[in-house]
């Protein structure tokens, strides 16, 4: 009897740290005990290893995709073991920050608390007046930013029991309260007063400014509207959606959103959100008299149209084909119209898969189901379904696995983008029916394991965004197929185990067009020269980051390369695995490269031998971060190797001494 009982996990007084130090021990036993195993991860049998060692690579996917797991041979790989102890090493710094962030938001608290117990000391009641009340507005004001700062720091825990004492004591979020169908408000505030808004003189200037653009940039200052006011909304998220529309050239984008942007700040329609530690700005808001403007505008052309007085915004499909997921749009009395959708766009739903429905709706006949569900859609362009906030506090999930299914439809779609929705797993097959698709958006997709071997298919791809995608350990070779792919972000090296199914870094140099490309390597004998020999035939390459998943320690690392490409103008170097920077790497030798980034590198000691005279090195733009044994000083810095540097971020590198950088570890020459 007692053998069929379940053994119970001990319960013990050891700190989460320990605890994670303890697994990591029995797995390496574990380890010893099976190493002698091997496991093809991709599923293959015996035969299919014979075949994948006759360099037959097209046979053997072939083979990997059909071929039964085999019951007789128990199969087993260390390194399966070494990932695991690698993600358990990470949890365990991730504890030890937060138990850091614990003792800070403690500190600010006590500030808080400081702060409002003098307020009350200071306040005689027989004397509080109304400008009593107008010096004390600006300490709460602050206070209320910083704690709600503190708010979205805090990681989101989910669960009964914390959603019923939340209820308890009155602490619903919005979207608890639309699904108990109580009220939610969520409109602009001078948009609640149209007469008096009209009547005033930035809504005179604004539609003065309006008719003055283009006609593309009037749509492109109106998708403004969808977004709450006075909100951060990053350029390269405008862009991707711009393009979409079809406003925005697919060719030169990124300039042309830049002079976009430009001539709405010229005129005093959006405002640039400066950044120190940015050289410049990258994200934009809308003044709120302004947006309200923009707003009223954009309803009364039928662009977008949201928002109504008194009420919580409605998901509507507008004259133009516009439809706005919103808070509650998952449980709407009336569906919108499906006739002529040009965009779908997530605003701020949280479950947006039901639009699934949208595809799949039976009607009596159901051959005429089959022919509707293909030409419903037939004229949408945008589905951008994920986040579109930097901030990663709204959880988009999507679960519903017939949405991935629907996508085949979509056959003139421009952009879909999933950023954010954590509980997409792969993607099926059906996106790589999408020939005219121009962006494919997965940033932050943390739960996506895998990607369609037939992603070749999407013949127009020009951007590929995968980053933070960390589950991702290998990539389809048929990615190399993607001539037209211009940026590629979040490109996995994979470790030899994915030998015959994985895209190698030297597959890349086909891509004649690639500007922009980041990657991740996920095995440990890559060093920064054998990954360049695969990357110097990227001639039209510009910009490149390169992050070693692990730390990791590569001693000599020969290679070819006397010097960096020419058209090379960014790099980024993330846990730099090295002691020394290569010759090639050396400040001397960068002659062309405006800005570097060095991240992360524990063992890095130094940038080179110290020339005699001040260098010719190019760089403008100089990150060094979390280099604890990297020793210099800044005159050496600034007048021997790099003294063209206009802007410097030395964070977290203790022996980088005596730098005029602030506080926050910027400093900038147009502001010294």
């Known amino acids: 009897m007692a053998a069929n009982n379940k053994s119970q996990p001990q319960k013990s007084r050891d700190t ?126 602050g206070m209320e930013t910083k704690i709600s700062d503190l708010f979205y720091q805090v990681p989101s825990l989910s669960g009964k029991p914390e959603k019923q004492k939340a209820a308890a004591y009155g602490f619903q979020d919005d979207e608890e309260l639309i699904h108990q169908g109580k009220s939610c408000f969520y409109l602009p505030s001078m948009y609640t007063n149209v007469e008096d808004l009209t009547k005033g003189e930035v809504f005179r200037q604004v539609i003065q400014k309006f008719k003055e653009l283009e006609i593309e940039q009037k749509i492109c200052l109106l998708s403004f509207a969808v977004f709450p006011e006075n909100r951060e909304v990053h350029r390269t998220m405008l862009m991707y959606w711009w393009i979409g529309e079809g406003v925005l050239p697919v060719e030169g984008a990124e300039e042309a959103v830049r002079e976009v942007l430009k001539e709405f700040t010229e005129k005093n329609l959006v405002e640039p959100v400066e950044e120190r530690r940015k050289v410049a700005p990258s994200s934009y808001k809308m003044n709120p008299f302004v947006h309200s403007s923009v707003v009223l505008l954009s309803k009364e052309i039928g662009i977008f149209d949201i928002y109504r007085k008194g009420k919580k915004p409605r998901i509507k499909k507008t004259v133009m084909g516009k439809v706005c997921l919103v808070e509650g749009s998952s449980i709407p009395k009336k569906m919108p119209s499906r006739d002529h959708i040009e965009t779908v766009f997530n605003v701020s739903e949280s479950s947006p898969d039901f639009t699934f429905k949208w595809f799949s709706e039976k009607p009596s006949n159901k051959k005429l189901m089959i022919k509707l569900s293909t030409t419903w859609f037939k004229s949408l362009k945008v589905f951008y379904l994920g986040r579109w906030e930097r901030s990663k506090k709204r959880q988009i999930q999507v679960q519903n696995p017939q949405l991935m299914q629907c996508l085949k439809h979509l056959k003139n779609l421009r952009f879909l983008s999933f950023q954010g929705i954590q509980t997409i797993r792969s993607l099926n097959s059906s996106v790589c029916k999408l020939r005219k698709l121009l962006i494919l958006d997965l940033r932050e997709c943390y739960g996506l394991k895998k990607l369609p071997e037939k992603i070749g298919s999407l013949e127009n791809l020009v951007y590929l965004n995968m980053t933070g995608c960390y589950m991702l350990e290998w990539i389809p070779f048929r990615l190399a197929l993607l001539k037209r792919l211009e940026v590629l972000k979040g490109f996995v090296v994979s470790d030899e185990v994915y030998e015959g199914v994985a895209c190698k870094l030297n597959y890349l140099k086909g891509l004649t067009k690639l500007r922009k490309l980041s990657i991740e390597i996920n095995r440990d004998d890559l060093g920064v020269g054998k990954m360049m020999e695969d990357l110097v035939e990227l001639k039209a390459l510009t910009s490149l980051k390169v992050t070693w998943r692990r730390d990791i320690f590569i001693g000599e690392d020969s290679t070819n390369i006397k010097t960096l490409p020419d058209q090379l103008k960014k790099l980024d170097l993330q846990r730099f695995p090295h002691e020394e920077l290569p010759t090639w790497l050396h400040p001397e030798n960068l002659l062309h490269l405006k800005k570097l980034h060095i991240g992360g590198g524990r063992r890095l000691k130094g940038v080179g031998d110290l020339p005699e005279k001040a260098t010719k090195c190019a ?41 005029p950088c602030d506080g926050t570890g910027i400093w900038r020459s147009d502001q010294d």
Not at 26 to 31: D, P, R
């Open 16 to 141: 989460l740290e320990k605890k994670v130090d303890k697994i990591s021990k029995s797995l390496s036993e574990l380890k010893t005990l099976l190493c002698s195993i091997k496991q093809d991860p991709v599923g293959r049998s015996d035969k299919d290893e014979g075949i994948n060692q006759r360099n037959n690579q097209k046979e053997t996917l072939g083979r990997s995709r059909s071929a039964p797991a085999a019951l007789t041979h128990v199969a087993f790989d260390g390194k399966l073991i070494t990932r695991l102890d690698h993600r358990l090493q990470v949890l365990k710094l991730k504890l030890v920050k937060l138990e850091q962030f614990q003792t800070n938001v403690g500190e600010e608290l006590d500030k808080h608390l400081s702060t409002v117990q003098s307020l009350i000391k200071n306040l005689d009641s027989s004397r509080v007046s109304s400008q009593t009340t107008f010096w004390i507005k600006p300490d709460l004001e």
């Open 619 to 659: 760089v403008e733009v100089l990150r060094l971060t979390s280099l604890p044994k990297l020793k210099l000083g800044w005159i050496e810095l600034k007048q021997i190797y790099f003294p063209n540097l206009a802007f410097l971020e030395n964070y977290e590198c203790p022996r980088v001494t005596l730098t």
